[in-house]
């Protein structure tokens, strides 16, 4: 089954670009999924189970990289990719 996830991150702290830059980096190595990132969230799209197991995993080196941040996601059901 595919997923459609929107994640907004938002660290606390004055210096939040170098904590978002390098969740979006790392998210983008992952060849399984489909991202697309704008100026206001990042877009994952993949098959379920990976895109939670890449979810938990980085979102927990964010926090151990960059301390405190709130993650705001969306899911949905299904490939809602432009190019799907």
């Not at 983008?28 to 939670?52: A, I, K, R, W």
Request: hydrophobic share 40%; proline share 5%.
């Amino acid at each position: 089954m595919d997923v459609s996830v929107e994640v907004s991150m938002y660290p606390l702290k004055d210096e939040y670009i170098p904590a978002i830059q390098s969740f979006i980096d790392r998210v983008n190595t992952y060849p399984e999924l489909h991202v697309l990132t704008n100026t206001m969230s990042t877009q994952l799209f993949g098959e379920f189970d990976f895109l939670m197991d890449v979810m938990r995993d980085e979102m927990r080196r964010s926090y151990e990289t960059f301390g405190r941040a709130i993650f705001v996601c969306k899911f949905i059901q299904g490939d809602l990719s432009p190019s799907a």
